[in-house]
């Protein structure tokens, strides 16, 4: 699945050759070349990923991803540290602001691939291609079917996305406004109790096989989907 990724470097070349190799594999890019740029992107709305160089002019790329991480909004959001070769060293403190990764330059489009849909698919699996199943209920975000005990299920694009959001993160509550976030996106103004009108949809298309079972109420709190 695409994803919005802000790319935060600062040598006009390699933001070029990464960003180039990012819409490729059919992502959005937004490019920053100062980790001050790269926080007014962030705070227009939030990406799915962060790749961020290590060295930058002003704010570094360590004091950004603290910043990232200490920030109520923004502490879920993905971060792949880039670094030279030189600055190997530094990695393990990299790591310790709270890096999800880094990757060496200079580095492959393979390698740069597989990293991301690696810290996808851990920190956001709602992001990736994976086949997700539970319960005899399928989705394939590939092709955009979801089958319920072999038979198709038709969704409507936010009750797909709702639906993924859930298999991918099974047995945890999410509240409302989590899910707004998740599924709908940040900054995007809906009213709450339209998570109320997209769960039954969703639940009375997952009836004709029981599936809705699946969508549980959590009162006071939220929606999870459990299997239990
Ligand atoms: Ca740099």
Redesign the pocket.
Known sequence: MPANILLV???PAIQELIAFNLQQAGHHVLRADSAEAGMSVVRNALPDLILL?W??PGMSGIEFAKKIRSDERTRQVPVIMLTARSEETDKINGLETGADDYITKPFSPRELQARIKAVLRRRAPQMTDDLVEVKGLSLDPATHRVNGNGQPIDLGPTEFRLLHFFMTHPERVHSRAQLLDHVWGDHVFVEERTVDVHIRRLRSALEATRHDALIQTVRGTGYRLSAL
């Open positions: 470097e600062d040598e160089d060295m930058l």
